[in-house]
């Protein structure tokens, strides 16, 4: 996507803990990026579909949960793969929802993957800086 220059990503979630773990665990996977965070889902829709289309922001992917404020996460989905200029963008929920339901609506909607969080430290470094990882080298 980016060649070696950094990846831009949207990153889209309102717990600080779980901002700090995400950028860690790109970092201990040598995912070299820039991250711009937004806690809620209108933020996000905002930056990604603005008013004044000379602003828009066009990051290399996303990387969101689904329970967020505001606006959920899902719908934040729907709308980037609604959009004819970003429904190829790669989008990675990462949430601790387990419910079967929240797992098929994202495949349904084209989530490029469904990381579950992890309580275990090594584990959500795991799964997370290795499946965004390989999310951008596709």
Known sequence: MSGTAPYRL????DNPADVYLIQEALREHCVACEITCLEDGEAALQALFPADETSS???DGVILDLNTPKVEGIEVLRRIRQS???RHLPV?????SEFPKDKSDAAALG??????????L?????????SIKQMLEQ
């Open 92 to 96: 990675a929920i990462v949430t601790s």
């Open 57 to 59: 922001f066009a990051p």
């Open 122 to 130: 090594e584990e959500f470094f795991a799964r997370v800086g290795s």
């Open 111 to 120: 989530a490029t993957c469904y990381i579950l969080k992890s309580a275990r």
């Open 84 to 86: 004819p200029s970003l």
């Open 10 to 13: 949207l990153l889209v979630e």
